[in-house]
Protein backbone atom coordinates (compact mmCIF):
# COMPACT_ATOMS: atom_id res chain seq x y z
CA UNK A 1 0.00 0.00 0.00
CA UNK A 2 1.24 3.18 -1.30
CA UNK A 3 0.35 6.05 1.12
CA UNK A 4 1.58 10.12 1.35
CA UNK A 5 4.30 8.87 -1.34
CA UNK A 6 5.83 6.06 -0.10
CA UNK A 7 5.25 2.47 0.29
CA UNK A 8 4.82 2.14 4.36
CA UNK A 9 5.10 -1.07 4.44
CA UNK A 10 8.21 -1.07 2.79
CA UNK A 11 10.71 -1.92 5.46
CA UNK A 12 8.75 -4.61 6.81
CA UNK A 13 8.71 -6.37 3.18
CA UNK A 14 12.58 -5.85 3.26
CA UNK A 15 12.91 -7.55 6.82
CA UNK A 16 10.60 -10.13 6.08
CA UNK A 17 12.50 -10.84 3.22
CA UNK A 18 15.87 -10.77 5.73
CA UNK A 19 14.33 -12.94 8.41
CA UNK A 20 13.16 -15.38 5.78
CA UNK A 21 16.79 -16.31 5.17
CA UNK A 22 17.26 -17.23 8.80
CA UNK A 23 14.02 -19.56 9.02
CA UNK A 24 15.71 -21.42 5.30
CA UNK A 25 19.09 -21.68 6.94
CA UNK A 26 17.48 -23.30 10.21
CA UNK A 27 17.86 -20.74 12.58
CA UNK A 28 16.34 -22.72 14.85
CA UNK A 29 17.76 -25.89 15.05
CA UNK A 30 21.28 -23.89 15.03
CA UNK A 31 20.30 -21.91 18.45
CA UNK A 32 19.13 -25.42 20.18
CA UNK A 33 22.78 -26.83 19.13
CA UNK A 34 24.02 -23.11 20.37
CA UNK A 35 21.75 -23.60 23.81
CA UNK A 36 22.70 -27.24 24.73
CA UNK A 37 26.35 -26.61 23.55
CA UNK A 38 26.07 -23.23 26.15
CA UNK A 39 24.53 -25.59 29.08
CA UNK A 40 27.22 -28.04 29.09
CA UNK A 41 29.62 -25.41 28.71
CA UNK A 42 28.43 -23.72 31.17
CA UNK A 43 27.35 -26.90 33.63
CA UNK A 44 31.85 -27.36 33.28
CA UNK A 45 32.28 -23.68 34.24
CA UNK A 46 30.07 -24.62 37.27
CA UNK A 47 32.39 -27.04 39.07
CA UNK A 48 34.72 -24.69 38.70
CA UNK A 49 37.72 -26.40 37.19
CA UNK A 50 41.10 -25.94 38.97
CA UNK A 51 43.23 -25.40 35.54
CA UNK A 52 41.53 -21.75 35.86
CA UNK A 53 41.15 -18.84 38.49
CA UNK A 54 38.20 -17.92 39.68
CA UNK A 55 38.19 -14.50 38.49
CA UNK A 56 40.16 -15.73 34.87
CA UNK A 57 36.43 -17.87 34.65
CA UNK A 58 34.52 -14.66 35.54
CA UNK A 59 35.97 -12.72 32.83
CA UNK A 60 35.82 -15.57 30.08
CA UNK A 61 32.30 -16.37 31.16
CA UNK A 62 31.42 -12.52 30.71
CA UNK A 63 33.14 -12.14 27.49
CA UNK A 64 31.11 -15.80 26.11
CA UNK A 65 28.13 -14.03 27.11
CA UNK A 66 28.84 -10.50 25.60
CA UNK A 67 26.88 -11.70 22.09
CA UNK A 68 23.80 -12.42 24.34
CA UNK A 69 23.60 -9.46 26.41
CA UNK A 70 24.43 -7.02 23.29
CA UNK A 71 21.37 -8.78 21.66
CA UNK A 72 18.99 -8.22 24.56
CA UNK A 73 20.28 -4.52 24.88
CA UNK A 74 19.78 -3.50 21.07
CA UNK A 75 16.30 -5.56 20.95
CA UNK A 76 15.27 -2.95 24.10
CA UNK A 77 16.78 -0.19 22.40
CA UNK A 78 14.81 -0.69 19.46
CA UNK A 79 11.54 -2.28 21.08
CA UNK A 80 9.89 0.97 22.17
CA UNK A 81 10.36 2.97 18.69
CA UNK A 82 9.28 -0.23 16.90
CA UNK A 83 5.98 -0.40 18.82
CA UNK A 84 5.34 2.79 19.18
CA UNK A 85 5.62 3.80 14.97
CA UNK A 86 4.01 0.49 14.19
CA UNK A 87 0.58 1.17 16.45
CA UNK A 88 0.63 4.95 15.28
CA UNK A 89 0.97 3.60 11.66
CA UNK A 90 -1.35 0.32 11.81
CA UNK A 91 -4.39 3.02 12.36
CA UNK A 92 -3.75 6.19 11.14
CA UNK A 93 -1.55 5.14 8.43
CA UNK A 94 -3.93 2.20 6.96
CA UNK A 95 -7.35 4.23 7.76
CA UNK A 96 -8.27 1.87 10.57
CA UNK A 97 -9.95 4.54 12.61
CA UNK A 98 -13.72 3.19 11.66
CA UNK A 99 -11.90 -0.40 12.50
CA UNK A 100 -10.31 0.89 15.99
CA UNK A 101 -13.89 1.98 17.36
CA UNK A 102 -15.82 -1.42 15.83
CA UNK A 103 -13.44 -4.01 17.00
CA UNK A 104 -11.14 -2.41 19.68
CA UNK A 105 -13.88 -2.82 22.53
CA UNK A 106 -14.29 -6.06 21.34
CA UNK A 107 -10.49 -6.69 20.76
CA UNK A 108 -9.55 -5.77 24.31
CA UNK A 109 -12.83 -8.15 25.98
CA UNK A 110 -11.32 -11.14 24.25
CA UNK A 111 -7.81 -10.44 25.71
CA UNK A 112 -9.48 -10.18 29.02
CA UNK A 113 -11.06 -13.25 28.23
CA UNK A 114 -8.30 -15.89 26.91
CA UNK A 115 -6.27 -14.56 29.42
CA UNK A 116 -8.29 -15.11 32.95
CA UNK A 117 -9.21 -18.64 30.94
CA UNK A 118 -5.55 -19.84 30.30
CA UNK A 119 -4.56 -18.41 34.02
CA UNK A 120 -7.62 -20.54 35.73
CA UNK A 121 -6.24 -23.72 34.12
CA UNK A 122 -2.45 -22.61 34.97
CA UNK A 123 -3.78 -22.36 38.63
CA UNK A 124 -5.38 -26.04 38.18
CA UNK A 125 -2.54 -27.29 37.00
CA UNK A 126 0.01 -25.99 39.48
CA UNK A 127 -2.20 -27.57 42.65
CA UNK A 128 -2.31 -30.78 40.84
CA UNK A 129 1.31 -30.92 40.03
CA UNK A 130 2.24 -29.35 43.32
CA UNK A 131 6.17 -28.52 42.15
CA UNK A 132 7.28 -26.67 44.82
CA UNK A 133 7.12 -29.99 46.66
CA UNK A 134 10.21 -30.91 44.95
CA UNK A 135 12.28 -28.53 46.28
CA UNK A 136 14.17 -28.06 49.16
CA UNK A 137 13.26 -24.70 50.73
CA UNK A 138 15.81 -24.41 53.51
CA UNK A 139 18.85 -24.68 51.14
CA UNK A 140 17.62 -22.06 48.84
CA UNK A 141 15.18 -19.36 50.90
CA UNK A 142 18.16 -17.14 52.12
CA UNK A 143 17.86 -14.28 54.26
CA UNK A 144 17.21 -11.69 51.92
CA UNK A 145 14.72 -13.63 50.83
CA UNK A 146 12.10 -13.70 53.64
CA UNK A 147 8.58 -13.09 53.43
CA UNK A 148 7.41 -9.33 54.33
CA UNK A 149 4.18 -9.45 55.95
CA UNK A 150 3.64 -5.32 55.04
CA UNK A 151 4.14 -5.96 51.66
CA UNK A 152 1.65 -8.27 51.62
CA UNK A 153 -0.97 -6.19 52.99
CA UNK A 154 -0.20 -3.02 51.02
CA UNK A 155 -0.38 -5.65 47.94
CA UNK A 156 -3.52 -7.01 48.45
CA UNK A 157 -4.93 -4.00 49.47
CA UNK A 158 -3.52 -2.12 46.04
CA UNK A 159 -5.68 -4.85 44.29
CA UNK A 160 -8.78 -4.53 45.73
CA UNK A 161 -11.88 -3.91 43.72
CA UNK A 162 -12.34 -0.04 44.97
CA UNK A 163 -9.05 0.63 43.70
CA UNK A 164 -9.77 -0.76 39.94
CA UNK A 165 -11.14 3.09 38.69
CA UNK A 166 -7.35 4.03 39.63
CA UNK A 167 -5.47 1.79 38.30
CA UNK A 168 -7.97 2.27 34.95
CA UNK A 169 -6.77 5.99 35.02
CA UNK A 170 -3.18 5.60 35.82
CA UNK A 171 -2.85 3.40 32.53
CA UNK A 172 -3.26 6.87 30.56
CA UNK A 173 0.42 8.38 31.17
CA UNK A 174 0.37 11.75 32.74
CA UNK A 175 3.76 12.50 30.81
CA UNK A 176 4.07 10.37 27.96
CA UNK A 177 8.04 11.30 27.47
CA UNK A 178 8.53 9.96 31.23
CA UNK A 179 6.82 6.52 29.84
CA UNK A 180 8.96 6.18 26.51
CA UNK A 181 12.25 7.41 29.25
CA UNK A 182 10.65 4.49 31.34
CA UNK A 183 9.72 1.81 29.73
CA UNK A 184 6.33 1.45 30.78
CA UNK A 185 5.22 -0.88 27.70
CA UNK A 186 1.43 -0.32 28.45
CA UNK A 187 0.77 3.12 28.93
CA UNK A 188 3.22 3.92 25.37
CA UNK A 189 0.46 1.42 23.56
CA UNK A 190 -2.18 3.69 24.59
CA UNK A 191 -0.60 6.65 24.10
CA UNK A 192 0.15 5.68 20.45
CA UNK A 193 -3.26 4.54 20.06
CA UNK A 194 -4.53 7.91 21.00
CA UNK A 195 -2.07 9.72 18.80
CA UNK A 196 -3.32 6.93 16.02
CA UNK A 197 -6.75 7.65 16.52
CA UNK A 198 -6.06 10.99 16.71
CA UNK A 199 -3.78 11.41 13.04
CA UNK A 200 -6.77 8.90 11.31
CA UNK A 201 -9.24 12.08 12.00
CA UNK A 202 -7.52 15.08 11.18
CA UNK A 203 -6.63 16.33 7.49
CA UNK A 204 -4.05 14.48 5.76
CA UNK A 205 -1.59 17.16 4.88
CA UNK A 206 -1.75 18.30 8.72
CA UNK A 207 -1.07 14.08 9.49
CA UNK A 208 1.78 13.02 6.38
CA UNK A 209 4.68 15.10 8.03
CA UNK A 210 4.35 13.02 11.52
CA UNK A 211 3.36 9.85 9.31
CA UNK A 212 6.42 10.13 7.55
CA UNK A 213 8.93 10.46 10.38
CA UNK A 214 7.49 7.61 12.03
CA UNK A 215 7.75 5.72 8.80
CA UNK A 216 11.13 6.83 8.80
CA UNK A 217 11.95 5.56 12.60
CA UNK A 218 10.26 2.22 11.20
CA UNK A 219 12.90 1.77 9.13
CA UNK A 220 16.06 2.44 11.05
CA UNK A 221 14.31 0.01 13.87
CA UNK A 222 13.76 -2.66 10.88
CA UNK A 223 17.21 -2.10 9.44
CA UNK A 224 18.68 -2.63 13.21
CA UNK A 225 17.10 -5.42 13.72
CA UNK A 226 18.36 -7.14 10.70
CA UNK A 227 21.68 -6.74 12.25
CA UNK A 228 20.94 -8.23 15.30
CA UNK A 229 19.42 -11.47 14.18
CA UNK A 230 23.35 -11.98 12.69
CA UNK A 231 24.37 -12.81 16.23
CA UNK A 232 21.39 -14.88 17.62
CA UNK A 233 23.12 -18.10 18.19
CA UNK A 234 26.01 -16.97 19.80
CA UNK A 235 23.75 -14.71 21.79
CA UNK A 236 21.80 -18.29 23.15
CA UNK A 237 25.15 -20.09 23.76
CA UNK A 238 26.64 -17.10 25.47
CA UNK A 239 23.33 -16.49 27.91
CA UNK A 240 22.67 -20.20 28.63
CA UNK A 241 26.57 -20.59 29.25
CA UNK A 242 26.27 -17.70 31.71
CA UNK A 243 23.14 -18.69 33.83
CA UNK A 244 24.34 -22.37 33.90
CA UNK A 245 27.95 -21.37 35.17
CA UNK A 246 26.22 -19.78 38.05
CA UNK A 247 23.57 -21.81 38.94
CA UNK A 248 24.64 -25.50 37.94
CA UNK A 249 23.01 -27.70 36.01
CA UNK A 250 22.01 -29.04 39.39
CA UNK A 251 20.09 -26.37 39.74
CA UNK A 252 18.67 -26.48 36.55
CA UNK A 253 17.89 -30.48 37.18
CA UNK A 254 15.86 -29.56 40.46
CA UNK A 255 13.79 -27.13 38.60
CA UNK A 256 12.72 -29.76 36.20
CA UNK A 257 9.41 -30.48 37.55
CA UNK A 258 8.59 -26.50 37.17
CA UNK A 259 10.20 -26.42 33.67
CA UNK A 260 7.23 -29.38 32.83
CA UNK A 261 4.62 -27.22 34.78
CA UNK A 262 5.41 -24.45 32.70
CA UNK A 263 5.56 -26.58 29.37
CA UNK A 264 2.56 -28.32 30.18
CA UNK A 265 0.69 -24.90 31.42
CA UNK A 266 1.75 -23.47 27.71
CA UNK A 267 0.32 -26.44 26.34
CA UNK A 268 -3.07 -25.93 27.26
CA UNK A 269 -2.94 -22.37 26.16
CA UNK A 270 -2.18 -23.73 22.76
CA UNK A 271 -5.09 -26.21 23.30
CA UNK A 272 -7.72 -23.16 24.39
CA UNK A 273 -6.25 -21.45 20.70
CA UNK A 274 -6.79 -24.55 18.57
CA UNK A 275 -10.27 -24.68 19.97
CA UNK A 276 -10.71 -21.09 19.09
CA UNK A 277 -9.43 -21.86 15.97
CA UNK A 278 -11.65 -24.87 14.96
CA UNK A 279 -15.03 -23.72 16.74
CA UNK A 280 -14.79 -19.53 16.84
CA UNK A 281 -12.13 -18.61 13.54
CA UNK A 282 -13.45 -21.44 11.58
CA UNK A 283 -9.77 -22.35 10.46
CA UNK A 284 -8.31 -25.98 9.59
CA UNK A 285 -5.86 -26.39 12.57
CA UNK A 286 -3.56 -28.03 10.03
CA UNK A 287 -3.11 -25.19 7.53
CA UNK A 288 -2.72 -22.84 10.54
CA UNK A 289 0.23 -24.62 12.00
CA UNK A 290 1.79 -25.30 8.64
CA UNK A 291 1.43 -21.29 7.63
CA UNK A 292 2.61 -20.27 10.84
CA UNK A 293 5.33 -23.06 11.25
CA UNK A 294 8.38 -20.63 10.67
CA UNK A 295 7.03 -17.56 12.22
CA UNK A 296 6.51 -19.90 15.44
CA UNK A 297 10.06 -21.26 14.83
CA UNK A 298 11.79 -18.00 14.75
CA UNK A 299 10.03 -16.56 17.46
CA UNK A 300 11.42 -19.54 19.40
CA UNK A 301 14.71 -18.84 18.43
CA UNK A 302 14.64 -14.65 19.55
CA UNK A 303 12.69 -15.14 22.33
CA UNK A 304 11.05 -11.92 21.44
CA UNK A 305 7.69 -11.35 19.81
CA UNK A 306 9.25 -7.64 18.63
CA UNK A 307 12.13 -8.71 16.94
CA UNK A 308 9.54 -11.33 14.68
CA UNK A 309 6.53 -8.54 14.50
CA UNK A 310 7.57 -8.43 10.67
CA UNK A 311 7.49 -11.46 10.06
CA UNK A 312 3.84 -12.45 12.01
CA UNK A 313 2.54 -9.34 9.92
CA UNK A 314 3.30 -11.09 6.48
CA UNK A 315 2.61 -14.34 7.50
CA UNK A 316 -0.74 -13.06 8.50
CA UNK A 317 -1.35 -11.25 5.47
CA UNK A 318 0.03 -13.46 2.80
CA UNK A 319 -0.38 -16.91 4.05
CA UNK A 320 -3.34 -17.31 5.97
CA UNK A 321 -5.28 -14.17 3.89
CA UNK A 322 -5.74 -11.81 6.71
CA UNK A 323 -7.11 -8.31 6.04
CA UNK A 324 -4.70 -6.05 6.47
CA UNK A 325 -6.89 -3.23 8.03
CA UNK A 326 -7.17 -6.13 10.67
CA UNK A 327 -3.17 -7.47 11.10
CA UNK A 328 -1.72 -4.38 10.82
CA UNK A 329 -4.28 -3.16 14.19
CA UNK A 330 -3.96 -6.36 16.45
CA UNK A 331 -0.93 -7.52 15.44
CA UNK A 332 1.93 -4.63 16.86
CA UNK A 333 -1.31 -3.76 19.69
CA UNK A 334 -0.90 -7.66 20.52
CA UNK A 335 3.16 -8.00 20.77
CA UNK A 336 2.47 -5.70 23.93
CA UNK A 337 -0.87 -6.70 25.09
CA UNK A 338 -1.68 -10.01 24.11
CA UNK A 339 1.12 -11.94 26.21
CA UNK A 340 -0.88 -15.44 27.25
CA UNK A 341 2.34 -17.46 27.04
CA UNK A 342 3.91 -14.90 29.53
CA UNK A 343 0.86 -14.73 31.88
CA UNK A 344 0.70 -18.63 32.32
CA UNK A 345 4.27 -18.55 32.93
CA UNK A 346 4.32 -15.43 35.56
CA UNK A 347 0.79 -17.28 37.79
CA UNK A 348 3.13 -20.74 37.29
CA UNK A 349 5.82 -19.09 38.79
CA UNK A 350 4.30 -16.95 41.43
CA UNK A 351 2.62 -20.27 42.82
CA UNK A 352 5.53 -22.51 42.31
CA UNK A 353 7.30 -19.93 44.24
CA UNK A 354 4.67 -19.93 46.82
CA UNK A 355 4.75 -23.26 47.45
CA UNK A 356 8.76 -23.51 48.18
CA UNK A 357 8.06 -20.54 51.08
CA UNK A 358 5.23 -23.13 52.04
CA UNK A 359 2.60 -20.76 52.06
CA UNK A 360 -1.04 -21.63 52.07
CA UNK A 361 -3.21 -19.48 49.64
CA UNK A 362 -6.88 -18.55 49.72
CA UNK A 363 -9.34 -18.64 47.20
CA UNK A 364 -9.53 -15.03 47.62
CA UNK A 365 -5.58 -14.16 47.10
CA UNK A 366 -5.17 -17.10 44.15
CA UNK A 367 -7.81 -14.29 42.07
CA UNK A 368 -5.21 -11.50 43.36
CA UNK A 369 -2.56 -12.91 41.29
CA UNK A 370 -4.54 -13.97 38.59
CA UNK A 371 -5.47 -10.04 38.47
CA UNK A 372 -2.14 -8.71 39.15
CA UNK A 373 -0.68 -11.44 36.47
CA UNK A 374 -3.40 -10.39 34.21
CA UNK A 375 -2.00 -6.54 34.33
CA UNK A 376 1.46 -7.21 34.53
CA UNK A 377 1.73 -9.70 31.25
CA UNK A 378 0.05 -7.05 29.15
CA UNK A 379 2.55 -4.34 30.40
CA UNK A 380 5.58 -6.96 29.81
CA UNK A 381 8.01 -5.65 27.15
CA UNK A 382 8.68 -8.53 24.26
CA UNK A 383 11.80 -8.76 25.37
CA UNK A 384 14.11 -11.46 26.40
CA UNK A 385 14.46 -12.03 29.93
CA UNK A 386 11.47 -9.19 30.26
CA UNK A 387 8.97 -11.67 31.53
CA UNK A 388 11.01 -12.88 34.57
CA UNK A 389 11.34 -8.92 35.83
CA UNK A 390 7.92 -7.99 35.95
CA UNK A 391 7.50 -11.55 37.94
CA UNK A 392 8.67 -9.49 40.59
CA UNK A 393 5.49 -6.93 41.02
CA UNK A 394 3.28 -10.02 40.91
CA UNK A 395 5.34 -11.95 43.90
CA UNK A 396 5.13 -8.15 46.14
CA UNK A 397 0.64 -9.31 46.08
CA UNK A 398 1.49 -12.35 48.65
CA UNK A 399 4.56 -10.45 50.76
CA UNK A 400 7.43 -12.38 48.65
CA UNK A 401 10.48 -10.10 47.79
CA UNK A 402 11.80 -9.82 43.80
CA UNK A 403 14.93 -11.27 45.18
CA UNK A 404 13.02 -15.09 45.34
CA UNK A 405 13.19 -14.73 41.10
CA UNK A 406 16.58 -15.96 41.80
CA UNK A 407 15.09 -19.30 42.33
CA UNK A 408 14.18 -19.55 39.06
CA UNK A 409 16.08 -17.52 37.10
CA UNK A 410 18.44 -20.43 36.03
CA UNK A 411 15.60 -21.74 33.63
CA UNK A 412 14.08 -18.41 32.87
CA UNK A 413 15.76 -18.30 29.21
CA UNK A 414 14.53 -21.28 28.03
CA UNK A 415 11.39 -21.13 29.25
CA UNK A 416 11.14 -17.43 27.52
CA UNK A 417 11.84 -19.47 24.10
CA UNK A 418 8.62 -21.46 24.46
CA UNK A 419 6.00 -18.72 25.66
CA UNK A 420 6.96 -16.20 22.96
CA UNK A 421 6.32 -18.50 20.76
CA UNK A 422 3.07 -19.07 22.54
CA UNK A 423 2.24 -14.93 22.63
CA UNK A 424 3.24 -15.01 18.68
CA UNK A 425 0.65 -18.31 17.86
CA UNK A 426 -1.59 -16.22 20.22
CA UNK A 427 -2.02 -12.97 17.76
CA UNK A 428 -2.44 -15.09 14.62
CA UNK A 429 -4.85 -16.63 16.42
CA UNK A 430 -6.40 -13.08 17.58
CA UNK A 431 -6.08 -12.27 13.27
CA UNK A 432 -8.02 -15.33 12.24
CA UNK A 433 -10.99 -14.51 15.13
CA UNK A 434 -11.67 -10.82 14.06
CA UNK A 435 -10.31 -11.52 10.37
CA UNK A 436 -13.84 -14.03 9.92
CA UNK A 437 -16.07 -11.22 11.14
CA UNK A 438 -14.26 -8.10 9.64
CA UNK A 439 -16.88 -6.30 6.91
CA UNK A 440 -14.65 -4.49 4.25
CA UNK A 441 -15.80 -1.05 4.00
CA UNK A 442 -17.24 0.04 0.72
CA UNK A 443 -15.22 2.50 -1.59
CA UNK A 444 -16.67 5.49 -1.82
CA UNK A 445 -17.26 6.38 -5.15
CA UNK A 446 -14.83 8.80 -7.10
CA UNK A 447 -16.22 12.59 -7.60
CA UNK A 448 -15.64 13.53 -11.24
Known amino acids: MTEYGIDRLQPVKDLYTYLQRFVQKRLWLRVMIAMIAGILLGAYFATKPEWIEAN ?31 VVQGIAGGGNADYLKKSGPKLLLYYMMTTT ?86 PSDTAIPLLKVLYSVQEITMAITQWAMNIVPLAVFGLM ?14 LSMFMLTVIIGLFLVVIVYSCILLFVARVNLKKFFIDARDTLLLAFSVASSAAVMPLTLKTAEEKMGIHPSVSRFIIPVGVSLNMDGTAVFQAIATLFIAQVYGLELDLATIMIIIITTILASIGTPSAPGAGVIVLGSVLGTIGIPMTAIALIIGVDRLLGMFRTSVNVMGDLVTCNVFNRFHIEEPKKPEQS
Open 117 to 202: TVLIFAVVLVNIMNPGAYMDAGNLITPDMAIDAEAATNGRSATNFGNIPTMIIDLLPANPLAALVSGDMLSIVIFAVIIGVSLANI
Open 241 to 254: CQVTSQVGIGTIMG
Open 56 to 86: TLESVVNWIAFPGNLFIRIVQMIMIPLMFSS
